[in-house]
């Protein structure tokens, strides 16, 4: 069990727009450690989606946003597309534990 | 173009020992922190640990599950990092990626990843 609470599935029709949940506590997100959000396709390594809470790397498109709010952060996924359809990973750190630490992963499912 | 690549995976008995390569290129090895995250078959993401660049002390920083037992290293001069594991366990088995760490301040996130090398422990 994660210490970073996602759902474990979302869904939505192709141009729609989902959000993600990561709910951590105040020894990690509420401590202000970043969260980072990755993207993970089938079969593929991951890749980096948005670092520092909502900082998107080069590359990315602007239909995929992150914000932060207390102890938790999100990931919004504007105009969904069928390729985003993949797992996602929120991480941040613990100071509690003194680790990096992951999400337990959203599966996304494009209707 | 920044390129992370595993080797050093297969087949191995539990409590025999292993070691993975991940060999980079594409940018200054020795300026950035080296992390190995694992992925169980239809598991989520484990962060496993990390090596930070020398101007950062070097310093080592590992998962409870594999403190004792799993070692990271790196060679700047080569381009490589290492895992070194040793008393496999059969809930060992798992993807391993590496990835190129981003340090800052007291976090870390991962902008480059490898591609994977599958550590399987079974006797």
């Known amino acids: 069990q994660s210490v970073l609470t996602q759902p474990p599935s979302v869904s939505g029709a192709p141009g729609q727009r989902v959000t993600i949940s990561c709910t951590g506590s105040?020894?990690?997100?509420?401590?202000?450690?970043?969260v980072n959000w990755y993207q993970q396709l089938p079969g593929t390594a991951p890749k980096l989606l948005i670092y520092?809470?909502?900082n998107r790397p080069s590359g990315v498109p602007d239909r995929f946003s992150g914000s932060k709010s207390g102890t938790s952060a999100s990931l919004a996924i504007t105009g969904l597309q069928a390729d985003d359809e993949a797992d996602y990973y929120c991480q941040s750190y613990d100071s509690s534990l003194s680790l990096v630490m992951f999400g337990g992963g959203t599966k996304l499912t494009v209707l | 173009e920044v390129q992370l690549v595993e080797s050093g995976g297969g087949l191995v008995q539990p409590g025999r020992s292993l070691r993975l390569s991940c060999t980079a290129s594409g940018f200054i090895f020795g300026d950035y922190a080296l992390t190995w995250v694992r992925q169980a078959p239809g598991k989520g993401l484990e962060w496993v640990g990390l090596?930070?660049?020398?101007?950062?002390?070097?310093?080592?920083e590992s998962a409870a599950s594999v403190e004792g037992r799993f070692t990271i290293s790196r060679d700047d001069s080569k381009g490589i990092a290492y895992l070194q594991m040793n008393s496999l366990k059969t809930e060992d088995t798992a993807v391993y990626y590496c990835s190129r760490t981003v340090v800052v301040g007291a976090t870390y996130y991962f902008d480059y990843w490898g591609q994977g090398t599958l550590v399987t422990v079974s006797s």
């Open positions: 520092g809470n909502s």
């Open positions: 105040s020894s990690n997100i509420g401590a202000g450690y970043d």
């Open positions: 090596i930070k660049s020398r101007p950062f002390g070097g310093t080592r």
